[in-house]
């Protein structure tokens, strides 16, 4: 039962990982936990992981590299918070709104929780980076050996 479940949310986290590389979310951190989960049980799961959290940390270090970056992405993560707490508040249709009201804010709460977790993930994701990478070559450094190697192991 116990495997049945692992995989179950292993695979749940791959499918919401690929869909957050395009919709807002953290896409390549379900990816990792989602290979994590399954490394469990598969090799070809196991084999992937080390990738994956090596992009994963190469994207965290290219978004703190610059100070219109981290101002982009500090206003990306408030704008998706500042989106679900209008969806956990839900107010009533605007006038300009041309569908019918039960159109307005489709989801419901439970879509302005996920928003507010999403915003909430990406504000702690944004201060861990800034903290590991800005301003720090050898950490840097450190993260393009590990990724050099990975690719000669492969």
Do not use: C, H, N
């Not at 709460?109 to 800034?130: D, E, K, P, R």
């Amino acid at each position: 039962m116990k495997r049945l479940v692992l995989e179950s949310i292993g695979w749940l986290l791959i499918v919401a990982g690929i869909a957050a590389l395009i919709l807002p979310g953290p896409g390549l951190l379900m990816l990792f936990a989602g290979l994590v989960l399954l490394s469990q049980q598969y090799e070809w799961a196991e084999r992937r992981v080390e990738p994956v959290r090596l992009r994963a940390l190469r994207g965290a270090a290219d978004s703190v590299q610059t100070w219109p970056r981290i101002v982009l992405s500090t206003l990306g993560a408030l704008a998706i918070l500042g989106f679900g707490a209008l969806w956990v508040v839900r107010p009533p249709a605007p006038a300009w709104w041309p569908l019918k009201a039960s159109y307005w804010l489709l989801g419901g709460a439970w879509t302005g929780v996920t928003l507010v977790l999403s915003g909430l993930l990406a504000l702690a994701l944004l201060v861990y980076s800034y903290r590991r990478f800005r301003g720090r070559r050898e950490a840097l450094a450190e993260l393009d050996d590990e990724i050099e190697e990975g690719k000669e192991e492969r």
